[in-house]
């Protein structure tokens, strides 16, 4: 089959690469599209910490957003079968240790991560090969297109459920990305009386307020602290962080209503983070971190089934997958307005 390869940092190879071939546990599936997300750059540049720790080594077939048919199956297979449509989850745990029997599968210590992580292959190829209990499949009225956005959807999902708001509560999201967007929309679905957005781009705001997001703020133009409690009665209840700035977090802490939480998804650069912890403190406040997307494939398909969770609007570029090299150097540019970008094998 044909597949990218991160060879070495900055190195894309484009070349034919042998083909999975599944386990008895296993199906395996042609690739419609593979969303192409920040980690990835972060695999290409080696700046991405499974890289630093050495638990991801080139090369590497990188990818983990993703929607496909299936084409083969295991012997062990149950329930699937050739022709069904599908997507995975991205943390494939063991499936018998303790954290996977609780279903935290993304902290199981023998976990794969589709793309990176023990460099399980990803999905920008041709074929993938998942295990049958990480499959999931795609409603008949959801796209190939929408479906590949399922993961990212999926991490939103998760960081709103472990923000646990309140039935009314007012909610800052911080980023005007993929997951931010998506944040926006699932915090809305989950009862927020106001969901208001930061982030840069006009034209990305624009979009997020045409899915419904009640107010936006650009703080290239705004004081996002000032400017959100201006919005809120004394301060959003909620804060859902997905850019992965540093400063960002610091709006977070400081906009924060007392006894508020703050709920972190984004990976953040350096070793550490500097954290404003005496305003959480003296707020009384909640700092929650939140890991990849367990258990949050299913309500978000069937989110996308009944037209709650819009995912088209998102899609902003199609690009054949053997363009990704031309896709890295847009995204680099940050000339041109994107949100996600798929890539068509």
């Known amino acids: 089959m044909k597949a990218i390869r991160f060879m070495e940092p ?6 034919g690469v042998a083909t999975p071939e ?13 969303g192409f997300c920040a980690t990835d750059i972060e695999l290409l540049t080696g700046d991405m910490i499974h890289i630093k720790n050495g638990f991801t080594k080139y090369p590497i077939i990188p990818g983990h957003e993703w929607s496909g048919t299936i084409v083969a199956v295991g012997r062990d297979v149950r329930d699937l079968k050739v022709g069904d449509r599908i997507t995975s989850d991205v943390s494939l745990g063991c499936g018998e240790c303790d954290e996977c029997r609780k279903g935290h599968y993304n902290l199981c210590p023998n976990r ?14 041709e074929y993938v090969a998942v295990p049958q209990r990480h499959v ?10 929408e479906a590949a956005l399922a993961e990212p959807a999926a991490t939103a999902m998760y960081a709103v459920s472990k923000a646990k708001i309140p039935t009314g509560a007012e909610v800052l999201v911080i980023g005007d990305g993929p ?8 915090a809305n679905i989950a009862g927020a009386s106001k969901v208001i957005m930061a982030g840069s781009w006009d034209e990305k705001l624009a979009i997020a307020r045409s899915c419904g997001i009640q107010e936006t703020i650009n703080y290239h133009k705004e004081d996002v602290v000032q400017r959100a409690q201006e919005l809120t009665e004394g301060g959003p209840e909620i804060v859902i962080e997905t850019s992965g700035s540093n400063a960002a977090l610091d709006m977070a802490v400081r906009a924060l209503k007392p006894t508020g939480r703050i709920v972190a998804v984004s990976w953040y650069s350096g070793p550490s983070v500097a954290v404003a912890m005496n305003t959480v403190i003296v707020k009384d406040a909640e700092l929650v971190g939140s890991l990849a997307s367990p258990n949050s494939f299913g309500p978000v398909l069937r989110y996308m ?3 709650k969770l819009k995912v ?3 899609i902003t570029h199609v690009k054949p997958l053997s363009e990704l090299a031309d896709v890295v150097q847009m995204i680099r ?9 798929l890539l068509k094998p």
């Open 312 to 314: 088209k609007p998102l």
């Open 333 to 341: 540019e940050k000339k041109e307005m994107r949100i996600k970008v």
């Open 179 to 186: 997951i931010g967007q998506l944040a926006a929309q699932l």
């Open 10 to 15: 900055e190195v894309i190879e484009y070349s």
């Open 112 to 125: 794969e991560v589709v793309g990176s992580y023990r460099n399980r292959q990803g999905v920008f190829a």
């Open 136 to 145: 999931y499949k795609i409603p008949e009225n959801v796209s190939m297109e």
């Open 305 to 307: 089934a009944e037209g």
């Open 22 to 34: 599944p386990k008895d546990n296993e199906v395996l599936a042609q690739i419609a599209y593979a």
